[in-house]
């Protein structure tokens, strides 16, 4: 089945020009602490990658997913679509994804400022 994905950068092209990419995911945290679940001895964080890695939710309606423009910008980029009619509802790069828990970096540490005096510094 042909349809169009409008690319954020190049426009609407014929799906054929993409590669599909998968759902967007949550990606586990790498320091998650390693906590026994009570069930079966796993741990959590293990479960949290098993689901990261094999468990998909395969919406029927509005999913987000990643796609890259093969023959064209050479961009990964995410889609909103509709998996039962393939209407591409919006299309934008990670970082206009408006999903900051998911996509941005975290915060840096709070570090001191270079220009106020160090309080380890005498009077
Ligand atoms: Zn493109």
Redesign the pocket.
Known sequence: MSFLIP?????K?SVY?FRFGGEVLQRPEPSARDEQSARDGQSAAAEQWYRYNYVRRNESGPQTEWWF?RL????W?QAERDTRTNQVIRTCFPDQAGRPDQLDPPDPPDLPDPKEPSPLAGP
Do not use: A, Y
Not at 7 to 11: D, K, N, S, T
Not at 72 to 75: F, M
């Open positions: 690319c954020p950068q190049c426009g092209r020009e423009h064209g910008c050479q961009q980029f």
